[in-house]
């Protein structure tokens, strides 16, 4: 049955004469539904942490738009909070976390072996998407990798430049190391768990990967996302991984390899040429659909659709976006994307 | 004369031992000498059209670092205001212009030959920075690219998707088209009178480069770009031309060939290694420190200083910012980047 499953055929190397596609952020606030299920369960931590409405609005793109994989519906820094960060998010703003700053700071946090009392209904949300998604539809879990996660635990917020997170590093390398690894250990643990509660695929976001660069990069962004996928596949044999090293730029030729990833994310500064010369041939590539196509429709929107779907057609893709969908994008829009890719 | 300064001859092709430097928006809010004259000036726009206060703060970075270049003090939006467009700055949000969303709009455009009667007092900064600023230093020229230049005037302002001029161009293309003419037929006649008042050297600024892709990338980054250098050079035999296709990614790599330009500026996506490799055996390059690092300062101000420096010293280089330096820059922190370059 498994095998039958486009996105996991696409993964596994196959080209694919039309490709799997889904979309980042496809439970999310374009859809009347979501707007209804998040107000039902009134702040985003507690939809969240609510296992039956996080399945009903992860389950509800798949039921509108049939799309070729679901992604379990939570956020990046519920691990960091399951770490002993307070956490909290502010209407219109974004989320808050208290600091981490210093070696005191890192060595405060919980045991890696604790997270999973905070995160027991995550794994909850995907055993109910395990059970009620359609045979056809493969289910990701995911997490924000290491460098991500820190940029916001040392920031309490998200920063354009990550500029705290960098000052750190600079300020005591040993002990922003000693944070990555933490959270390198955290991700590995929180990840296998989704997978042992039904996740297929596993999707590592490092959407800040682009401002890491030389030995930093080599350190923050490419080892740790070796080692948790290292292990991921060690416990679980034959699970297949995304890698999003966002804006990592040109640092995205060899990175699938280095990293031991099955595929490679690409973000809207990738050009799709480009990408099919120089990452299709190591695997998997996903993408990149800007998202303000779905915002402003028309022509350009099946052209540039139609474009992307060509220019990846020789060799294994899943068609998705560059980012994530917007919440002034129209419902209507994602149909004609999916009519100019399936036809 | 000429060819003893230091930028001129990195723009010739020359490989230095220490590499010429200046940054982008040097003259800015984070020197209190600059602060006090704009308080002088009243607000930006009158500061731009004052040419002895322009002049000034032009001025003010020289005095103070000594740098190699000094880019006359102006507006990319300036030139569409001398096209028709209303033009204004929101305190704290940025510029605001009268949108052009149709082909009517463009018709309204006033014709190029009137745009001196606005620009003329940018003309006569230019002659009185070639008049004061000493014998070493470079005087640059510039304007905006005329996509990125477009992007605010259908916008009406800075968007972060450059959406409502995509959605005009898929609109109607041809409108579209002769709007992105329009500015290039301007943008010569601009960038050429500024020459013929002082300036040594043209930056075109494209920082919206990277939202354009494929067909698109080549119609409306690439073809004017390369249109406005050949006729500058036809007109000034021997001038060097700077371009800044920002974000352009994968396509930076033959870009200066495409266009004809002499440096091509680096964003702060690009990894100084790759470019070393790919771009620079084209000619020379300007980049890239990440502005943050003037934030934070510390060990990882020079070492990431010293390591843009040794990345580009095979070939011609210029030290300078990925981005402009931010309001809360440590004007102290711009001397340890000067020391660790020249030692």
């Known amino acids: 049955m498994t095998d ?27 859809l009347p539904e979501y707007r209804a299920t998040r107000a039902q369960a009134g702040d985003f931590l507690s939809l969240c942490y609510n296992p039956e409405l996080a399945a009903e609005v992860t389950l509800q793109p798949i039921r509108r738009y049939g799309f070729d994989a679901a992604i379990l519906f939570a956020d ?34 919980r045991p890696v072996a604790d997270i999973h009392e905070t995160l027991s209904p995550i794994y909850e949300t995907v055993r109910i998407l395990s059970r009620e998604l359609p ?3 493969t289910l990701i879990g995911f997490a924000g990798a290491p460098w991500t996660v820190a940029t916001y635990m040392v920031a309490g917020r998200g920063t354009p430049d990550q500029g705290p997170a960098h000052a750190f590093k600079a300020a005591d390398r040993a002990a922003f190391s000693a944070l990555i690894d933490r959270l390198t250990e ?3 643990e929180y990840l296998s768990a989704q997978v042992e509660a039904g996740a297929e695929v596993i999707k590592l976001f490092d959407s800040w990967a682009g401002s890491l660069k030389g030995a930093d990069f ?15 596949k060690a416990r679980h044999p034959g699970l297949p991984v995304i890698a999003f090293p966002r804006e990592a730029g040109a640092r995205y030729e060899g990175f699938a390899r280095a990293v031991g990833a099955d595929c490679l994310a690409l973000d809207n500064s990738v ?11 190591d695997g998997c590539v996903q993408g990149n659909l800007a998202p303000r196509h779905l915002v402003t429709g028309g022509p ?27 919440p002034d994008a129209d419902p209507e829009n ?10």
């Open 4 to 30: 039958q499953k486009l996105l996991l055929r696409a993964l596994g190397g196959e080209t694919l004469p039309v490709p799997p596609v889904w979309m980042m952020r496809q439970a999310g606030r374009y």
């Open 76 to 109: 990046i820094l519920l691990l960091p909070q399951a770490l002993g960060a307070d956490l909290w998010f502010v209407t219109g703003e974004g989320p808050r976390l208290s600091t981490i700053t210093d070696a005191a700071g890192v060595a405060g946090l």
């Open 135 to 137: 045979a056809e539809t």
């Open 186 to 188: 955290a991700t590995v």
């Open 218 to 232: 080599d350190d923050f962004a490419l080892a740790p996302a070796r080692t948790i996928i290292t292990a991921l």
């Open 271 to 281: 050009e799709a040429s480009w990408a099919a010369a120089r990452l299709q041939p």
């Open 300 to 326: 350009d929107l099946v052209a540039e659709t139609r474009a992307i779907c060509q220019a990846f057609s020789n060799g294994p893709h899943i068609f998705n976006l560059g980012h994530g969908i917007t």
């Open 334 to 343: 994602v149909h004609r994307m999916l009519e100019a890719i399936r036809g």
